[in-house]
Each structure stands twice: as C-alpha cells, then as structure tokens.
C-alpha cells in the first residue's frame, strides 16, 4: 500500500553513523523530489532533507546542515541520507517521501506518497 521504502534504521551512539535508504515501489524517482522526514513520539513531522529532480540541489533543517547528506543514485533508483555525528536528539522514525515537480518544501501534507519508516535510535 505504500510508494516509497525506507531502510537503514538501527541502534547507534552517539556520534556514530548511519545511511538510511530510500526506494520507490512501482515508479521512478526520476519526476519528484524526494525528502526525509522524522518523527518522534508526540512531536511534529519534521522536515530534514530533500533533494530537487531537476539540477539535484539539496536543502536541510539547520539541526542537521554539516551532519547528514542527501544523494540520489538515479542508476538504482534509491536515494539516501548519510547521517554522522548522531546526537541523541536524532531518535526518531525516519520517513522517505515523493513530491511531483520541480522544487522542494518542508511542508509534509504536500507530498504525494510515503513510506512506513525506519527507526533511528541514538543513545548517549
């Protein structure tokens, strides 16, 4: 029921690393932008990363800029996000998502397709 597969969570401590993968199910990636999304329990979606379709320019949430890159490997079909220097803060379930266009927001109710998530942990 699901576009979009994340993976790549896990337990990590603190200022360790992670990769989180994202894959489309059933389409490309090749006409929508694609962000990360992150939740904690009781918090608000938060907007992380997205990478543009056209020219490929990569936008991130201040908490993160000079922790976590975005890439797009277009021969895979899979975009990922490489997390360093974890904080605990970073705990939250991981979201891939799809948005039809040429531009990126951080407003999650625009996106067209999601994945179920992939939990990060990152203890201290």
């Known amino acids: 029921d699901v576009q979009l597969q994340a993976s790549g969570g896990g337990l990590v401590q603190a200022g360790g690393s992670l990769r989180l993968s994202c894959t489309s199910i059933?389409?490309?990636?090749?006409?929508?932008?694609i962000g990360w999304f992150r939740q904690a329990p009781g918090k608000d979606r938060e907007g992380v990363s997205c990478i543009t379709r056209g020219d490929g320019t990569t936008y991130y949430t201040a908490s993160v800029k000079g922790r976590f890159t975005i890439s797009n490997d277009r021969a895979k079909n899979t975009v990922y996000l490489q997390m360093n220097s974890l904080k605990p803060e970073d705990t939250a379930v991981y979201y891939c998502?799809?948005?039809?266009?040429?531009?990126?927001?951080?407003?999650?109710?625009?996106?067209?397709?999601w994945g179920q998530g992939t939990l990060v942990t990152v203890s201290s």
């Open positions: 059933g389409f490309t990636f090749d006409n929508y932008n």
């Open positions: 998502a799809a948005i039809r266009g040429f531009g990126c927001t951080a407003m999650a109710e625009i996106y067209d397709y």
